[in-house]
Every structure is written in structure tokens, then in C-alpha cells.
């Protein structure tokens, strides 16, 4: 089902007022890692939507790499992110991380995030397929085209066909980035499937000093829309705070990009 053999045209999917795919025009995807609070989603919803992006994200369910991290605010953050994307006419994309969780992420959310470290969870993935609602796959940390390809079709054989697939960079033996952004994944994707395909630059790099070069390139690859994560103060976010922009760098980002 995912492959363009059996299906040659390119996939817009249709998602509020977006759409992403073919030919479409890149999509912005941005937001804060983890919601944390009403000032710090209101803000960063204000800016995204200011400056022409279409989806607000923000984790309630976060892959912690420790369990004593913050982990989210689950349903509250679920009602904050959907309240806040609603105020600024942006649609709301956020994790699921549970097959438990599916049912109430999909009540609050137009997109269901999947993870990297999700993408071989075959009960989530089918859950998801047996919902209607968008879904964003970010490939694994160390996912084959194959993998990846085949995580995307167990959502769409259970009748869910709105996949964007998410390049997010792979683990590599290099350490002055924290993931390789790999982007033949995208070109490759974008030749052996119909699906749309965004790249998250942000968890690709690690480091904000390279979102810039790594988005241009991204586009210039046949991406579908960008991702990218911004927060009011980076240094005291919950996660992720080595990475996220602050408002000024998210205003210079966009700028550059001139999507
Ligand atoms: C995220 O988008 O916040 C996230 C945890 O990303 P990934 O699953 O790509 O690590
Ligand atoms: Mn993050």
C-alpha cells in the first residue's frame, strides 16, 4: 500500500486547512519538545503561527531516556496543546506512546506523533491504523528504508492512509551531532512511495547552529514540510534544551528558510 508501483500519484493528504504532499508547498511544523504550560504553548503558538507555520506540536507523553526525566503532562497537556493550536488556527500534533493512549490522544490531536523509539511497537502501529486521524512516522534510531517503509504500512493496512513518513536522522558513530540526518532516506522514500515526507531537523542535529543548512538541504531533497522545535527559553526547558530555538533564532530560521 505505501509503495508508488501500486500507487504512482503522489499522496496529498488534507489535514484542517493543510495540506502536505506532491505539490504542494512545504509545511512548517513547530513547537515546543514537551508542553509545559498555558504562558509557554500560547507563546510559542503565537510566534509559529505568525510566522506561517501550519502545526503546532508539543509533547504530553515523552520518551524520556531516564525514568526519572520529566515525562509529560499527559491529558492536561493533551487539553492545553489543543486549546492553543484552536486560538491561532493551527492544527495540533503530538506522541503516542501507548497503545492505551491512542483513544484520548486522538480526541485532542489532528496528528498522531509516533516516535522513533516507537516505530517497531506493531501494537501501536496498528492501533493508530485502526483510527482516523493523521499520522506523523518518525523513522527509528537505526530503521532500514525496509523497516521503515513496512512500520508505515501496518497503519495503512488497518484503513488509516493519511502516514507522513519523518526522517529524524540515525545513530552513527559520529558524536559531534547527535543523530546523522540521512538524506537519500528522503529522496529514496520520496521515489519508493507516494507517502509525504518532512523532515525533523531538530532531532536530526542536536545543535541549533546547523537547523538552518540542514532545512535547505532537506527541502532541496523533495521534502514535504520541515520540523523543528522552538520554546521561549531553551535553557530551563523540560527536554530537550540543548536543541530547541529561542524565539529570535525560530524568527531567523524561518526567515532563511523562505518557505
Ligand atoms: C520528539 O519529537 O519530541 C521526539 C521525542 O522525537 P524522536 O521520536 O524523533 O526522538
Ligand atoms: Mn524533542
Not at 503558538?45 to 509529560?72: C, D, H, M, N, W
Not at 492545553?80 to 485532542?108: I, K, P
Not at 523533495?222 to 524565539?247: K, W
Request: aromatic residues 6%.
Amino acid at each position: 500500500l505505501v509503495s508508488r508501483k501500486k500507487h504512482p500519484e503522489d499522496t496529498v493528504l488534507t489535514i484542517g486547512d493543510v495540506r502536505i504532499g506532491g505539490p504542494e508547498a512545504p509545511v512548517l511544523i513547530a513547537g515546543p519538545c514537551a508542553i509545559e504550560s498555558e504562558k509557554q504553548m500560547d507563546s510559542a503558538a503565537q510566534l509559529v503561527a505568525e510566522l506561517g507555520g501550519k502545526i503546532l506540536r508539543g509533547g504530553a507523553y515523552k520518551p524520556r531516556t531516564s525514568p526519572y526525566g520529566f515525562q509529560g503532562m499527559g491529558v492536561e497537556g493533551l487539553k492545553l496543546g489543543r486549546q492553543v493550536a484552536d486560538r491561532y488556527g493551527l492544527q495540533f500534533m503530538t506522541e503516542v506512546m501507548d497503545t492505551r493512549d491512542v483513544e484520548v490522544v486522538s480526541e485532542y490531536a489532528d496528528i498522531l506523533q509516533i516516535g522513533a523509539r516507537n516505530m517497531h511497537n506493531f501494537s501501536l502501529l496498528r492501533e493508530v491504523g485502526a483510527v482516523r486521524k493523521p499520522a506523523l512516522l518518525k523513522r527509528g534510531l537505526s530503521a532500514t528504508m525496509e523497516e521503515w517503509l513496512y512500520a508505515a504500512e501496518y497503519i495503512l493496512s488497518g484503513g488509516n492512509e493519511d502516514v507522513i513518513m519523518c526522517e529524524r536522522g540515525i545513530r552513527t558513530f559520529e558524536k559531534w551531532t547527535r543523530n546523522t540526518l540521512d538524506l537519500s532516506a528522503v529522496a529514496l522514500v520520496k521515489q519508493e512511495s507516494h507517502l509525504p515526507v518532512v523532515v525533523d531537523v531538530t532531532h536530526a542535529a542536536g545543535r541549533r547552529d546547523l537547523l538552518l543548512p540542514l532545512a535547505k538541504a532537506a527541502l532541496a531533497v523533495g521534502a514535504d514540510g520541515i520540523h523543528v522545535e522552538v520554546h521561549p527559553q531553551p535553557a530551563t526547558a523540560m527536554s530537550d534544551n540543548e536543541q530547541q530555538l529561542d524565539f529570535a533564532e525560530f524568527r531567523e530560521f524561518v526567515t532563511g528558510l523562505n518557505l
